[in-house]
Nanobody
Framework: VQLVESGGGLVQPGGSLRLSCLAS????????MGWYRQAPGKERELVAT??????????VAVKGRFTISRDNAKDTMNTVVLQMDRLKPEDTAVYYC?????????WGQGTQVTVSA
């Protein structure tokens, strides 16, 4: 499975960004897809996940501001989107796409999101 993120950048507090993850490989519809982030000097943390049944889970810090969605139209190519609204400076981090099964997972290279005036 290969994961390629896009859509990061610099945005002012209160603004919005839309991150996309293009996933390619076999059996993608079986994976739980997710977004994680890592700020400087901190550990990587969960932002949001979405299961094959489209059940979603959000970190408390982003609930109500971020929305995760996925397109399962093809089993070999999926797009996972993280819509981020009302961004805060503390959302600044490198955001990583993740594709997970119970016993292993895959990571993208990450995309930088900076929220600053």
């Amino acid at each position: 499975v290969q994961l390629v993120e896009s859509g990061g950048g610099l945005v002012q507090p209160g603004g919005s960004l839309r991150l996309s993850c293009l996933a390619s490989g076999s059996g993608l519809s079986l994976y739980t897809m997710g977004w994680y982030r890592q700020a400087p000097g901190k550990e990587r943390e969960l932002v949001a996940t979405i299961t094959r049944e489209s059940t979603t889970n959000y970190a408390v810090a982003v609930k109500g501001r971020f929305t995760i969605s996925r397109d399962n139209a093809k089993d070999t190519m999926n797009t996972v989107v993280l819509q981020m609204d009302r961004l805060k400076p503390e959302d600044t981090a490198v955001y990583y796409c993740n594709a997970a099964l119970p016993t292993f997972d895959f990571w993208g290279q990450g995309t930088q999101v900076t929220v600053s005036a």
